[in-house]
């Protein structure tokens, strides 16, 4: 199966992604049903048939309803969540099949309490790499804000993500890449990978291009996110922070976190 994947842009910086065969679709985290109808417009031999959803905030659910009703599309989405019902409700470790893809359901707290990310691994003779919606825990150069969940509860779910395969690419559901960016330049200043990835997505921004998907190996190379256990990373949180006790893993993630949320 031919697969091809497609970054709506909605708002200001979202992307719903839309993943389909030439025939049959799902889209993850619709927060505006407009782009996906004229997405669906402009390839009228596409059938909607599923909804993804990662959380409940509504820049992600917002189109719910109108394309459940113009569709009939089925929804997905996190088991303890409030979603816009009727949803097929996932727990994490579940497998699920959704427009002739199936995804493996991952659990990722953090950003909210019943977060979770769609993790497609190509099967059979489809050679493109894996897939991995991950909604707003994972960010390129970043992760998401600590609305619902502890420092401890977001570093384990980026370390699920990040144990995923390597040529995985990351399909986020912002546009932040930039501002993430800078960020990680004054955590890592001389990451030579970082300096050349900003490079890169400075020209393409430029061109009003997305940055978007990104790659779990250049994630593990330039996000301090999920390097936040290098001596570097420490090192630059450390001396933001001087009464940080010790080098305890999740309390250098909490004041990561603090800093980025912080910064300008």
């Not at 842009?9 to 996906?36: E, K, M, S």
């Not at 619902?148 to 779910?157: F, I, N, R, V």
């Not at 330039?222 to 936040?228: T, V």
Request: glycine letters at 6%; a negative charge; aromatic letters at 6%.
């Amino acid at each position: 199966m031919t697969t091809h994947l497609l970054p709506l842009p909605a708002f200001a910086d979202n992307y719903i992604w839309l993943l389909h065969d030439g025939r049959r679709a799902l889209v993850v985290d619709p927060g505006d049903a407009q782009p996906v109808l004229d997405a669906l417009a402009r390839m009228p031999d596409l059938q909607l048939e599923a909804i993804l959803l990662t959380h409940h905030h509504a820049d992600h659910t917002g189109g719910v309803a109108t394309l459940r009703s113009q569709t009939g599309a089925q929804v997905l989405g996190p088991a303890d969540e409030k979603l816009p019902e009727p949803v097929s409700r996932l727990n994490a470790g579940d497998t699920v099949e959704a427009a002739g893809f199936r995804l493996q359901v991952i659990g990722v707290p953090g950003h909210t309490a019943g977060h979770i990310a769609y993790f497609l691994e190509p099967a059979g003779t489809d050679a493109t790499p894996p897939l991995l919606f991950c909604g707003d825990t994972l960010f390129s150069g970043g992760c998401g804000r600590l609305f619902e969940g502890t420092p401890a509860q977001m570093l384990a779910s980026l370390d699920r993500l990040s144990a995923l395969p390597c040529n995985t690419r990351v399909c986020c559901a912002h546009e932040y890449t930039l501002s993430n960016l800078r960020f990680a330049l004054a955590v890592e200043p001389h990451n030579q990978a970082l300096i050349d990835h900003h490079a890169r997505c400075t020209d393409l921004r430029a061109k009003h291009e997305p940055t978007l998907p990104s790659t779990l190996a250049l994630e593990q190379a330039i996000n301090p996110f999920l390097r936040s256990r290098l001596p570097s990373v420490i090192e630059a949180v450390q001396a933001q922070a001087p009464d940080l006790p010790g080098a305890d893993e999740a309390a250098v993630f909490a004041r990561l976190r603090e800093w980025k949320n912080n910064f300008k």
